[in-house]
């Protein structure tokens, strides 16, 4: 007879034919009963003791085994089901049990899925493992959840730009993509390589692009949207047209410039840096370059090109060449004029102030009558005339002077300065003829240096009509005596040794004296007295007391040489 956890009790019973039988139960455990019939919840020997009537007694015993091992099941399983978790490995290999166990699986709807120690499953839902020990019957039981996660991000992408001469760069927009809290960005170029990680970037290059989001959970992602760069670089053709050319005369007057359009293109005529036009033709009556500038508006690409027109208006072009004036003498000089003209056959000719033509068809004239002159020249080919004035100037007779005697003092530097009538652009030639050292011999204003009482200077000037000017200067010599004198730097006073000025005798008077502190107080003055005295000069005091010891500021008004002579300086005061 056995006890498990099928049968937790075990009913022995003891019979006998016999009348007036009592009954007396032992077993393990101190287990005693008295009943015939009895029920055990231990394994072990149990022994009835059967005492008759007639005193006789019967001893019997019997064993009941007892299977009790209890399983202890337990499920390992790590993870959850998502996008790349396609399968979980439930575990039961943890579970505590004796060989002769039963394993049984069962899913969410109770059914048995699976004997064996570890299954793999599929879906989401509750998973139970029942263990059963085989001989005890006893069972035990674990259950698990297993979840999924299969959230994924939603992937959007567009561009509304293409790669052109305005854009050097587009943006790739997944703005509006969904996302979750996990969510990873992949922007991918067509060769497979990583080119951004933000929802919103740009590129610089045409082709695919490919915007990919995975949760990093789920690890689910999103369907790849393609992005298609475009790039267009199409530069549009200009060229200008001009009728009937580009060139301006004195016949040819404006000209009509034109171009030959091109689809998704605008133009633009600038001239002087300014737009003038967009029309497709324009015209114009200046020499000014003419610029095309043409702009697909597609590409934004531009290309534009430029016009320069030959301007035969100025023409011909007259230049004089230099000429001397008309001499004292009154012989001619002769005027010769350079010309550059657009054609060939030319008329040239030549008036006086009052109109009248003094020759034709030739680049020299000559004269010797003063006057205003014009030449002027006519392009037979392009009908384009051009005149120019000048003037043949009377001779230039030179009339000037110097002083007649210049007192200079002894090593003074001296500028002669003659005054004339004419410039120094109608001066021929400069001499100077000098007993003293000059600066220079060949120029107007020179310096006199080294000169000696009595000496002579010359000037001899002669005009570009040839006409000569000498004027001469003497130079006398005044000599002036310097006077010495003396004021001190620093001083003490002491008896005779009073501040004051000590000088020969050009100096008679000194009218003022002042003494002055360092903020510009005045502390002494005295007036109208002789120098070399030092009574009559500063002793040092103010307010009948010691002035204080330091840098004072003097002024001396004197008389010299019948002229008055200020000096002013700094003197110390020791003590």
Partial sequence: MIIDCE????????????????????????????PAEIQVLDGGEYTVLIEFSDGCSLSQSITIESYFDQPIAEIDFDGELNCEVQSVILDGSMTTASSNAIFQWFDTDNNVISTEIMIEVFTEGSYILIVTDNLSKCTSTDEVLVS???LAPTAKAFTTEILNCENESVELNGALSTLTNNTTIQWTDENGNIISTILVTEVSVPGFYYLLLTDTESMCSSDEVEVQVIEYLNNPTVEILANPGNIFDCIIETIELTTIPEANTLYSWVINNEEISNDIEIEVSNSSDVTLIALDTVSFCSKQTILEFDDYTQYPLIEIMDFEAINCNFEETCIVINTLTFGQETTIIWTDQNQNVVSENTTTYCTNTPGMYTIEIIDNENACSNNLS?????????????????????DENYQLIPTLNITASQLKSIT?????DLSCYDCLQPFVSNFENGDIITLIIESISGYTLEISTRIKVKIIKIPSIYIQNVFTPRNGQDFTIFASEE????????????????????ENFLPNDPDLGWNGSFNEQKAEQGVYIYLFVYELDCRLVRDYGDVTLFW
């Fill in 7 to 34: 049968f937790e009790t075990a009913t022995i019973e003891a019979t006998s034919s016999e009348p007036g039988i009592t009954y007396s139960w032992v077993g393990p455990n101190s287990f005693s009963s008295n």
């Fill in 148 to 150: 999924s996660s299969y």
């Fill in 390 to 410: 000048f003037s043949v100037d009377e001779p230039i007779i030179p009339i000037g002077s110097l002083p007649s005697e210049n007192e200079l003092l002894i």
């Fill in 432 to 436: 100077w003829i000098s007993d003293a």
């Fill in 507 to 526: 100096v008679t008077l000194i009218q003022n004296m002042y003494i002055y502190d360092r903020w510009g107080e005045l502390i002494f003055t005295n």
